[in-house]
Structure formats: C-alpha cells, structure tokens
Antibody, heavy 116, light 111 residues
Framework: VQLVESGGGLVQPGGSLRLSCAAS????????MSWVRQAPGKGLEWVAT????????YYVDSVKGRFTISRDNAKNSLYLQMNSLRPEDTAVYYC??????????WGQGTLVTVSS | QSVLTQPPSVSAAPGQKVTISCSGS????????VSWYQQLPGTAPKLLIY???KRPSGIPDRFSGSKSGTSATLGITGLRAGDEADYYC????????????FGGGTKLTVL
C-alpha cells in the first residue's frame, strides 16, 4: 500500500488549493478514505472522510462549506479542494486509508502554508 | 481543546512499562472503537492498535490496548529508546454531527 500526496504549497489567505493523493497497492474503490492534518508543532486533526463511491462525505466543522473531498477510483486518486483558505489551515495534510473505523495507512504528507 | 483527553507527557526508563490514558464520552469511546497511533519525530503517524485491542501485522506484542467504559489505555512494555514518540488515541464520534476525534497527543520520553 502506498499513498502519495501532492499539491501543497504557499497560498495567500482567501486563496484556493487542490491536494491530490495517488493510491497504489490496493483497490481504492473498496475503501473509505480520509484527510487528516497537523498544524506545525500541534496534534492531529481529522479533516474529511469519503465513502467508497463518494456518496457520503463528512467534514470537521471548521472546514464545512470551504473544503470538498472527492475521489476518482478509476484514476486511483483522492482529492481535497480547499477554498477560502485561512492562516489556521496551515498544516501538513495526510491522505489516509480508513477501513472503518481507524486509519491504517498514511501518506508522507504535503505542507500547506496560508500566509500573505 | 481536544474531545479526547490524554496526558501531555509520560516518561519511564528503558525496560519499564508505561501506560497512556485516553478519556472520552459515550458518544465516542463509550460506543465506538478506539485506535492508537505512534508518530516518531519527523514522520507520518503509524497505526499501533485498532478496534480497541488489535495489533496490525508487524506491531510487536509489547504494545497493547484496552477499553473500559468511556476510557481507553495504551500499554507499552519493555521500553526502548526507539519508542520515544508522540502517541494519539482516536475514535469515531456519533453525536449529532458525525465526525472523527483525536486526543491531544502524549509525548513519551524514555529516560
């Protein structure tokens, strides 16, 4: 199993960014998937979770209406569209596999920095 | 402030045993599984325990998990310098707004 995130970087407050996660070594369509973030020097924070077919999504309250989790099983990819970014969204974002109810595999993470 | 409460730090000498507690409520730990994660410095978290007390393949039996009511405990025996890391508990919270919750993390220092 391998999860490789990409798309992080520096963005201004109010800006947008789209994170991608390339999954390999397992059948993506068989698993729920999630994003978890970690602000610099802080603990883990769950961000969002998506069902195998994309029909159910769950979000932490602080990102509802701003972030959208999606997936393309045919492309073995998970995404996180982040709009209206705030400085407090600055964190390393991890792509994780979520076989109900735990995170069994994690990517290496991609850093998102929201700053002017 | 995290929904699940963990001690900020614990410490013990090599070879000793340490336990890390995780306290929650009926909407999370009380009615859902608990999992534990180890994060070594500068690395991504790794699953240590899932479904309260199960170890993934490759995790040594020095690591154990238990749950009672609305609390859970991670135990580590035969401490080694390489166990020095941050440890997080987590659980699904099935309150009105279903979501996942983590503890604030516990820094383990091997003296």
């Amino acid at each position: 199993v391998q999860l490789v995130e990409s798309g992080g970087g520096l963005v201004q407050p109010g800006g947008s960014l789209r994170l991608s996660c390339a999954a390999s070594g397992f059948i993506l369509s068989s698993y729920w998937m999630s994003w978890v973030r970690q602000a610099p020097g802080k603990g883990l924070e769950w961000v969002a979770t998506i069902k195998q077919d994309g029909s159910e999504n769950y979000y932490v309250d602080s990102v509802k209406g701003r972030f959208t989790i999606s997936r393309d099983n045919a492309k073995n990819s998970l995404y996180l569209q982040m709009n209206s970014l705030r400085p407090e969204d600055t964190a390393v974002y991890y792509c994780t596999r979520f076989p109900l109810f735990y995170f069994d595999y994690w990517g290496q993470g991609t850093l998102v920095t929201v700053s002017s | 402030q995290s929904v699940l409460t963990q001690p900020p730090s614990v410490s013990a000498a090599p070879g000793q045993k340490v336990t890390i507690s995780c306290s929650g409520s009926s909407s999370n730990i009380g009615n859902n599984y608990v999992s534990w994660y180890q994060q070594l410095p500068g690395t991504a978290p790794k699953l240590l325990i899932y479904e309260n007390n199960k170890r993934p393949s490759g995790i040594p039996d020095r690591f154990s998990g238990s749950k009672s009511g609305t609390s859970a405990t991670l135990g580590i025996t035969g401490l080694r310098a390489g166990d020095e890391a941050d440890y997080y508990c987590g659980s699904w919270d099935s309150s009105l707004s279903a979501h996942w919750v983590f503890g604030g993390g516990t820094k383990l220092t091997v003296l």
